[in-house]
């Protein structure tokens, strides 16, 4: 058998622990899409993979079982899935054009969940859009609200949903719910001054809580949706780490410029020696320092007027 | 007299009643819904008939113009006491039938309940209301058991009809705006529903000993006392006060009234500390048996009026209108204890 694996890698396939054996792997950019597409992962699941699937840390799934033989019939079976997921293709019926930029992953959001700030979906796939195919390791996770059920401060870039609480004191009645609520649920920065609510700004995380307990309307969201950038968490061998916050009070336009600026921060930096060429984005901040990244970053970048950008960021995590 | 009207004629005859009136309807406030993306029904002033919200039920009901949220009454220094403004403008309320039905319940309380409350009746009195036909019922509607389906005593009644609206006017001072500004005149029945999927059986002969029943015990746990029933209710009247003290100068401040809630914490309390009803459950008791009882038993009809506005926004799904539903075997049981 004669295999380009640095190939068959880069067209979302493995190399198994079982000679000759290989696994499909299937992004589903936010982890949501219509049911039709279960079944034909089902199909080739049973046709060329040994029946079962696999579902991923990252929310795609993972056929397991396939014959390195059999990749080329795989990736016409995938051809619909990859349409239908609106996924960047370059050739129409070769598979996934890259593997290296992992599939974007999201929380259910606000199509189902109350606690959700904006559509983590819509706003994953929209960011799949500006960035994929692309080959260098970047790791992004969304998240509806700052619960941050994605995890995503373990992600090279974490966004989380924010709502900055809008108060009209006319209609509060100081029945004390939103300051319970923030107080137990969140970070306590309401308080009641002469029967009305004064909200703490600086220290707010906009989690809409209050917005949530208020039983008369007085607290509405912003109209705007902002959001928490968190940069350069990441799991792994050497020091693994929680992201750290970079950006609070963010729009969704600067976000994707940050993120495709960084491919071009990374394209220049990245160790030429890295294995498989992949290196995680914060090794190479550690390495050329924050404020190099940050002049990358923002690059162009035009954030609205109540962004607040962290500066200097540390990290901490494990150190073996 | 019924008018059709074209929608630049509606908004002409805004015009004109806005140097007398701030007009009040309900309008869809986009984004504006507790969660992200969802849209609220409130009453906002409104200076185009096209933002009135037709098809939908107000979240919150018209009560929030002649008993505001949160209104100060007056202004106090040291020595002396100032009046807060009344607002300048009248105002005029488009509402359904269900609503105009529970002005009738404010009336009560507010101007016949022992003496007239001069804050409610300086609004009240320079208030015209506009009814909204009901085409059909909404969810969770049942005006038709509670007999509140149905209202005559508006001063002008608006529907939509094709590209405009069909109005039925009864304000004498009005005849002469829509008459100049109407295509026809013709006349005009408003919409009203005569049934709901929603049907509630009060039971008569309740007795107090309903107090006593199993039934109330459940809403314990499922109830979470938010007061959301109350604040969105257009019958609930309950309100406190709060002796404001500017913080910058302790000295001088204002007195509010405020909307309260018999389900949140607070209302019963007394000094010393105690309060008459710790369990939601029994929060619950009262309140239904205050819509469906003991107003009854001193105005000679009920107080709700079924609007179902409570049942729409309980976030934990329970429903007032199965509760009222419950009542009769409530007294069954407490007669089989007795």
Redesign the interface.
């Known amino acids: 058998m004669d295999l380009n694996t640095k190939q068959l890698r880069k067209n979302a396939f493995r190399v198994t622990k079982e000679r000759g054996i290989t696994a499909s792997r299937i992004r589903v950019p936010g982890g949501h899409m219509e049911a039709k597409y279960l079944s034909m992962v089902q199909n080739i699941a049973e046709t060329y993979g040994n029946g079962t699937v696999h579902i991923t840390g990252r929310q795609g799934f993972e056929i397991p079982g396939i014959r390195y033989e059999d990749m080329p019939q795989v990736n016409v079976m995938l051809q619909p899935i990859i349409e239908g997921l609106d996924i960047n293709q370059e050739k129409c019926g070769e598979g996934y054009s890259a593997a290296g930029t992992r599939n974007v992953t999201a929380c259910v959001g606000?199509r189902v969940c109350?606690y959700?700030?904006?559509?983590t979906t819509g706003f994953a796939q929209r960011i799949e859009k500006a960035i994929f195919p692309h080959d260098l390791h970047f790791k992004i996770a969304l998240t509806g609200c700052p619960n941050d059920c994605a995890k995503v401060r373990m992600h090279d870039f974490g966004i989380m949903?924010m709502?900055e609480p809008q108060y009209d004191?006319?209609?509060?009645?100081?029945?004390?719910?939103c300051v319970k609520k923030c107080t137990k649920k969140s970070v306590g920065v309401l308080s009641t001054?002469?029967?009305k609510v004064e909200r703490y700004a600086d220290k707010c995380i906009g989690c809409?809580e209050c917005?949530?307990?208020?039983?008369?309307?007085?607290w509405?969201?912003s109209?705007q949706?902002l959001y928490r950038l968190t940069i350069m968490g990441r799991t792994g061998k050497k020091n693994p780490r929680l992201g750290e916050d970079f950006i609070k009070w963010v729009d969704e336009d600067s976000i994707i410029k940050i993120i495709l600026n960084t491919y071009d921060y990374v394209a220049h930096y990245i160790d030429p020696e890295a294995p498989l060429g992949k290196e995680h984005i914060g090794y190479i901040v550690d390495r050329t320092g924050f404020e190099e990244f940050k002049k990358w970053a923002l690059k162009d970048v035009q954030l609205p007027k109540m962004a607040e950008v962290y500066t200097p960021v540390y990290w901490k995590g494990i150190k073996y | 007299m019924g008018y059709n009207l074209e929608k630049a004629s509606m908004n002409d005859i805004f015009k004109t009643w806005s140097e007398e009136y701030a007009i009040y309807a309900p309008k869809c406030l986009v984004g504006k819904g507790a969660f992200s993306d969802t849209d609220s029904v409130r009453y906002s002033e409104i200076q185009d008939i096209e933002e009135i919200e037709f098809d939908k039920k107000s979240d919150f009901s018209f009560k929030e113009i002649l008993t505001p949220i949160s209104q100060t009454l007056f202004y106090f220094t040291e020595e002396e006491i100032k009046e807060a403004e009344v607002p300048k403008k009248g105002a005029i309320i488009f509402l359904r039938s269900c609503d105009l039905h529970a002005v009738k319940r404010l009336d009560e309380i507010y101007l016949k309940n022992g003496f007239e409350d001069y804050y409610y009746k300086r609004i009240r009195e320079k208030v015209k209301f506009i009814l909204m036909g009901c085409a059909y019922s909404y969810e969770n509607c049942f005006c038709v058991s509670m007999g509140t389906n149905q209202i005559d005593s508006y001063d002008a009644a608006i529907e939509p009809y094709k590209k405009g609206y069909r109005i039925d006017n009864k304000l004498p001072a009005w005849e002469e705006v829509f008459s100049e500004h109407c295509e026809k005149e013709l006349e005009v029945t408003p919409s009203y529903v005569t049934e709901n999927i929603v049907k509630v059986n009060v039971p008569e002969g309740i007795t107090l000993d309903i107090v006593k029943s199993e039934m109330w015990n459940e809403y314990d746990s499922r109830c979470i006392n938010c007061g959301r029933c109350n604040f969105v209710c257009p019958t609930c009247t309950c309100f406190t006060m709060q002796d404001v003290f500017y913080t910058d100068n302790g000295k001088v401040g204002e007195r509010r009234r405020v909307a309260a809630s018999c389900m949140v914490d607070g209302y019963t309390d007394v000094a010393g500390g105690g309060a008459y009803r710790k369990k939601n459950g029994q929060r619950m008791r009262f309140k239904v048996l205050h819509k469906v009882y003991d107003y009854k038993k001193r105005f000679g009809y009920h107080m709700c009026v079924g609007c179902g506005r409570c049942d729409d926004v309980c976030p934990e799904y329970i429903s007032f209108s199965n509760c009222i539903n419950k009542l009769e075997g409530a007294m069954a049981e407490v007669k089989k204890n007795a």
């Open positions: 606000n109350p959700g700030c904006y559509d949903g709502t004191k006319d209609r509060c009645v100081n029945c004390g719910a001054v002469n029967y809409g917005v949530l307990a208020c039983p008369t309307g007085a509405t969201r109209e949706k």
